[in-house]
């Protein structure tokens, strides 16, 4: 199985950037198509940004759309979330995840990791 390890979270000014890496170990991340999601406090977990294996195709959510930016390098066993423009409504814990096909729902990923946490000041 893939272990996922994120970084790069920490607290920043609205209308300030970030870049979440999700560093893959113990199988190569090709295999796998990555998501990136997150969790607020006392709301579901939802999906921003999904990539598939070879990086040719992403899916982003509305919510996000046209300020996040999902990639991968697989050289690097490592998936990025670029985050551009932030808001105080984007506080929350970022985790990545991996799926053995292409998915959009949390309950379709295989594997998750431990998550990092984005808080956005005014």
């Known amino acids: 199985q893939v272990q996922l390890v994120e970084s790069g979270g920490g607290l920043v000014q609205a209308g300030d950037s970030l870049r979440l890496s999700c560093a893959a170990s113990g199988r190569t991340l090709s295999n796998y198509v990555m998501g990136w999601f997150r969790q607020a406090p006392g709301k579901e977990r939802e999906v921003l940004a999904v990539?598939?294996?070879?990086?040719?195709?992403?899916y982003s959510a509305d919510s996000v759309k046209g300020r996040f930016t999902i990639s991968r390098d697989n050289a690097r066993n490592t998936v990025y979330l670029q985050m551009n423009s932030l808001k105080p409504e984007d506080a929350a814990v970022y985790f990545c995840?991996?799926?053995?096909?292409?998915?959009?729902?949390?309950?379709?990923?295989?594997?998750w990791g431990q998550g990092t946490q984005v808080t956005v000041s005014t």
């Open positions: 990539i598939t294996r070879s990086g040719a195709s992403t």
């Open positions: 995840a991996a799926s053995t096909a292409f998915a959009i729902q949390p309950s379709e990923f295989d594997y």
